[in-house]
């Protein structure tokens, strides 16, 4: 489940919870009790780094052929061949 940020505009309030996507945002305040608590848009928590799946198998367009598995050069898909 995702964590949303909440601030009321009224008061100041600020504070995290835990709702299902599915789940109606909240708009009353907790602290005060006014009807201004929306949601808050903030950065994504994760960065994806390093050399994955599109770096390794998809990013030269053709993906590489197996090695030969008997190790002489023999399969089609062997390179010595």
């Known amino acids: 489940m ?4 909440y ?5 100041g309030h600020q ?4 709702q299902k996507m599915s789940d109606p ?5 907790p602290a005060c009790g006014q009807e201004s608590y929306g949601k808050l ?6 960065q994806l780094k390093g ?5 390794t198998d998809f990013k030269g367009g053709q993906p590489k052929a197996p090695p030969c598995q008997t190790g002489e050069g023999s399969c089609s898909s ?4």
């Not at 601030?7 to 008061?11: I, L, N, T, V």
């Not at 504070?15 to 835990?18: A, I, S, Y």
């Open 7 to 11: 601030r009321c505009d009224s008061c």
């Open 51 to 55: 050399s994955g799946w599109y770096a």
């Open 41 to 46: 848009l903030s950065a994504a928590g994760f």
């Open 15 to 18: 504070k995290e919870h835990l």
């Open 25 to 29: 945002a909240l708009t009353t305040c």
């Open 2 to 5: 995702p964590i949303y940020e």
């Open 78 to 81: 062997c390179a010595a061949s």
